[in-house]
């Protein structure tokens, strides 16, 4: 069973609805648009909590509202399918160290994949090399992203 603190609604909320339409929206829109490459997640945060709502480990364009998963920032389990995409720690850490962020959008677009492999262009982010770099720039040996976070 799932354990919630009392401020966080059940992911069948009424209230958390709205919330839960704009993901499965925002992960349709990313496939229509081609951004993604079968790949990727929308997450959003359900204000006033420790939690956000992101898409079970399904293709963006395969979400619907059955196929949500709730967790909180340590990555615990609160709801929906239990099948949290591996790349949960992306969206919990920017939730942990932003509060003014209200949703991360985590894509494997073929466009930023190219502008990560040229000299001087952006960071590596790709699910190849996120964590290799992520471990890189904060100095962590164990290659477990989530754990920076939680140490923070």
Request: charged share 20%; net charge positive.
């Amino acid at each position: 069973m799932a354990l919630r603190d009392s401020e966080t609604p059940a992911l069948d909320s009424e209230n958390l609805q709205a919330l839960k339409q704009k993901v499965v929206d925002g992960c349709h829109i990313l496939d229509r648009e081609g951004i993604t490459d079968g790949f990727g997640h929308v997450s959003i945060r359900i204000p006033g909590t420790q939690a956000f709502i992101t898409i079970a480990a399904v293709s963006p364009g395969c979400a619907t509202l059955e196929r949500l998963v709730m967790l909180d920032l340590d990555g615990r389990y609160l709801g929906g399918q239990n099948a949290p995409p591996y790349e949960w720690p992306i969206h919990a850490c920017i939730f942990k160290v932003r509060p003014d962020v209200m949703s991360v959008c985590h894509t494997h677009s073929k466009w930023s994949s190219l502008f990560s492999v040229l000299r001087g262009g952006l960071p590596p982010i790709s699910h190849v090399c996120q964590i290799s770099s992520f471990r890189r720039s904060a100095n962590l040996s164990s290659g477990r992203p989530h754990q920076y976070c939680r140490a923070r």
